[in-house]
């Protein structure tokens, strides 16, 4: 499995981003998708979740609300829309897949390059 994230960029306090994450290569019917971001000198931590069969989604609590994961069965592909961005949303955001199971720790079995989200204040 392949998995190309894109959709980063510059963005003031406030505002809105939408990223995305294509999967391409083998795909598994009960598999799991994700977003974690790292910031400069701390640990890759868990955005959000969601489940490729029936949808269900997870969140962290700091995202929580301002944050709307989705996909797009026949796109392959997964989205994470962004609103209300603050600084500390700045980050590398990185898309995973699972091959089973949605997880909140980093131990999914794909991940993709990550693309850079700088909020400015």
């Known amino acids: 499995v392949q998995l190309q994230a894109s959709g980063g960029g510059l963005v003031q306090a406030g505002g809105s981003l939408r990223l995305s994450c294509a999967a391409s290569?083998?795909?598994?019917?009960?598999?799991?998708m994700g977003w974690f971001r790292q910031a400069p000198g701390k640990e890759r931590e868990f955005v959000a979740a969601?489940?490729?069969?029936?949808?269900?989604?997870y969140y962290a609590d700091s995202v929580k609300g301002r944050f709307t994961i989705s996909r797009d069965q026949s796109k392959n592909t997964m989205y994470l829309q962004m609103n209300g961005l603050k600084p500390e949303d700045t980050a590398v955001y990185y898309c995973?897949?699972?091959?089973?199971?949605?997880?909140?720790?980093?131990?999914?079995?794909?991940w993709g390059q990550g693309t850079q989200v700088t909020v400015s204040s």
């Open positions: 995973a897949a699972d091959r089973y199971n949605v997880r909140f720790d980093a131990k999914y079995h794909y």
């Open positions: 290569g083998r795909t598994f019917s009960s598999y799991a």
């Open positions: 969601i489940a490729w069969s029936d949808g269900r989604t």
